[in-house]
């Protein structure tokens, strides 16, 4: 798989381009929905979706759900720091050197490249390992 950074920059916008404010529930939900896309496309994902309260829905992400064990975990968090109305007013941009937006850095393009990882992963070690992505909706308040 060749990176394409126009591509990857594509996908991202989505991403930055909705509030998602900590427990803005309906912008968290709208990551989770976008997130889980990303890996029920790639197949051989069983992908859960957590009540996690007031705080909107995280995710699951296993490739074996019934193992008793994990051998690795990645951990991301789908909320901003940001107010609605801040994806309106500052939506994603680029200068040819840098990406901008609310939660560009943190998390979204954090969350897009475990995405990217995974992808490129050989199935052979994929088989071989027991694989868990969290993603919770509070991380910047809890």
Not at 44 to 73: F, S, T
Not at 99 to 111: C, I, N, Q, R, T
Request: hydrophobic share 40%; aromatic share 4%.
């Amino acid at each position: 798989m060749t990176f394409s950074l126009n591509d990857y920059l594509a996908e991202l916008a989505p991403l930055i381009n909705l509030d998602c404010g900590s427990l803005h529930k309906p912008g968290i939900a709208q990551v989770a929905e976008l997130m889980a896309a990303k890996y029920q496309a790639m197949g051989g994902w069983h992908i859960k979706q957590v009540d996690c309260g007031v705080a909107g829905p995280g995710l699951e992400i296993r490739n074996q759900p019934d193992a008793a064990h994990i051998d690795v975990m990645l951990i991301g968090h789908m909320d901003t720091v940001f107010p609605v109305g801040t994806a309106a007013a500052r939506p994603m941009t680029t200068d040819g050197e840098r990406a901008y937006g609310p939660g560009v850095s943190d998390m979204k393009s954090g969350l897009l490249n475990i995405v990217y990882a995974l992808r490129t992963l050989p199935p052979a070690v994929r088989d071989r390992l027991s694989l868990c992505v969290c993603m919770n909706p509070d991380e910047e308040i809890g």
